[in-house]
């Protein structure tokens, strides 16, 4: 995607549901590299690993539709497999189906896909999965800042 900024999203627990935290950092490629715009991170005292996953994608689209000037393409980057196939497959499907899920239960984190399928309608989006830990810089900025605040939620 010319010209897209890429987002780097991560979120996590510790213990599931446990203290969890949420993290994302925009940037523009450039030519000495990457230079990130903004990051951001955040947590909850009780809650789960897919739910910061969702929440750290939420608070990077917010963050960029505020910011003033900012193209409104972006390649967005994530290491769960969850938020990447649920918005690009999944959620298509549950919406059909009234937020039930192919178990014939109810769709779990509704409340946070349904919020992410609002946004996502303001941006011209391209999802991209990396496996978690595999040296990618800016996913790796992401899994520390998340770290840092499921520390921070922990007490």
């Keep these: 995607m010319e010209n897209a900024l890429m ?4 979120g996590g627990c510790s213990g599931n549901p446990g203290p969890g935290g949420w993290a994302f950092v925009i940037a523009r490629e450039e ?5 990130i715009i903004s990051s951001k991170n955040g947590g909850e005292k009780t809650t789960t690993n897919n739910r910061m996953e969702l929440t750290a994608v ?7 539709r505020d910011m003033e000037g900012a193209p409104r393409a972006a390649v967005v980057v994530t290491d769960s497999q969850y938020v ?7 959620i298509v499907k549950w ?11 109810p769709v779990k984190n509704r409340d946070l896909w349904e919020a992410l399928d609002a946004i ?6 391209e999802w991209q999965w990396v496996r978690g ?4 810089a800016l996913n790796e900025m992401c899994d520390a800042l998340a ?4 520390a921070w939620a922990r007490g």
Excluded at 58 to 64: D, H, P
Excluded at 120 to 125: A, D, I, P
């Design 7 to 10: 987002i780097f999203t991560d």
């Design 95 to 105: 919406k059909r189906n009234g937020w039930v899920s192919s178990g014939k239960t």
């Design 120 to 125: 996502v309608g303001e941006f011209s989006l």
């Design 58 to 64: 939420l608070q990077s689209l917010r963050a960029l």
């Design 133 to 136: 830990h595999s040296g990618v």
């Design 84 to 90: 990447q196939k649920g918005i690009t497959d999944w």
């Design 147 to 150: 770290q840092e605040a499921i």
């Design 31 to 35: 030519a000495g590299g990457p230079r």
